[in-house]
């Protein structure tokens, strides 16, 4: 592949370089681990990416300076969030709204505040950062985002902040060297199986000059794994099994403690 | 330790969850009750959701129930034709309540009925027990011997028609309230999570009559295959039988239940009834601060689908 994209980009930079300098980098990213197994005895993680950033060709200049967003989605779900009034002396949920499709999971690490890094404007083309990411509402029949300050939005984003499943990290991306990173990925110990995608755009002056994804996966593995899928597409199955396993324990017990 | 719990989606500790196991199983072992409504609301307490509590739950009291329902078989303490009969209802009951129980998960009140019907039914068969047990305990300092309360007077239950024996224990009385407590046993049990032992033998032996000789097993069989069934109906419908969490909880508590039992017997029956009027009210007075107290958060969270 290397071979390939180098020889493109360089016939892109000899195009461009006639008129303008070449000034063009590429990001290569590569990720600890690819695949996170949950097991019986998972606490959480922490996935490490490696990245550096590369001059198109040989010649161009670099210019230095940057800055690395990266963006780590989980699988999309859709939640409902309620809130609570007091109704004759007691807490109940009164109001709701749906999110739909909204990741899971969605971890945002920078090596400086987002806020820092680009302006408004940047930051809500881009989605940069847990403010400006778009997070799909149902509002009667409408599906919309709605303005960063809506309680709701803010509600929301708290309560997964809370379950750490959704965090800002502004000093998540550490710079080695002015070209190479290391940004840590933490993985809470509830964190949701299913494909992630990472998302790595690198900033200069403001400005986003390239970008780069990658993929991981989350598996409950083993027994945990095994119990999950038959919970959900054989429930009949899985409870006659729990019911008799039951009985088994019930009846063991009389066994081991004769007490009659 | 910690051990991840597939359905409830959260890592617990092994140990913490054994110990509640224990705890509990003693506790029921010593008032021959199932213990459910006392392991649900501390599961809930833990973190666990209470639809996944209330579902799992119904396991752990099967299995504790046929540890005692095969002891008492043994002892022929059962009345097999009025188990039947209780359950006839009390399987319509359970289908009813998971039914219900279902429908209040999506419109967002399952949480909140939970806690009211803890709240209502704890505090007054609490209440009912204390002021039982006071008087006992009061009697019993007077010097007085404790009275059977199982006067012989028929009251209005008795003249409902459709009458049946029942032999082993010495009854004839209407299947209709039969019937009528075997449905709500079971429809309580499937939404609350609870075998409704603390529930059914009282009213097994106030309108029925039915004699202390049989009345605890007899209910212990028919706890047994109502929870049987909703553990069943609980994972065919709603996916929510956490099997792991289940099958922690049952082995502390069949352990406990031994040793709860020994100690049990040694005690006097109207300080037991006292004891566990005080542990009832206590739990109801707990979820009553619930409701009552604002929340730290006035919203939250439910996954709706999984994509």
Redesign the interface.
Known sequence: MRQPGATLALTIAMIAGATASARAERLVVSLSNHRVAVTSNFVGTEIVLFGTVEPDSPRTALRGGYDIVTTVSGPTVTLRTRRKERVLGIWVNVDSREFIRVPSYLGVLSNRPIQQIADVTTARNLQLGLNHIILTQRIGTDFADTVTDDPFRLNFINLQKEAEQYRDVSNGVTFLTPTVFRVSIPLPANVPTGTYTVDVKLFSGGQMIARTNTALEVIKSGFEQYVFEASQNHGLIYGLVTATMALMIGWFATVVFKRD | ????L??A???VNIFLVLAMGLTIGFISGMFGIGGGFLMTPLLIFIGISPAVAVASVT??I??????GA??YW??RAIDLALALMLLAAGILGTAAGVWLFTVLRAI??L??VIG?SYVTLLTLVGALMINEGVQAELRARRGQPATLRRPGSHNWVHGLPLKMRFKRSKIYVSLIPVWGIGFVIGFIGAVLGIGGGFLLVPMLIYFLRVPTATVIGTSMVMTLVTM?AA???????N?L????L??IL??GG??G??FG?HTGQRMRAERLRLLLGLLVFAVGMRFAYD??V??D???????????
Request: glycine share 0%; charged share 15%.
């Open positions: 330790m910690q051990i991840y597939p359905i989606d959260l890592p396991s752990h099967a299995a504790s129930t046929f540890t095969i002891s043994r002892r967002d009140q949480d909140l009211l049987t553990t069943v109906m609980h994972a065919a419908t996916h039988v956490d099997a792991v289940a099958l049952m082995v069949v352990i239940a031994q039992a409701l009552v604002m929340p958060d006035l919203y939250s969270i439910r996954l709706v689908r999984d994509r």
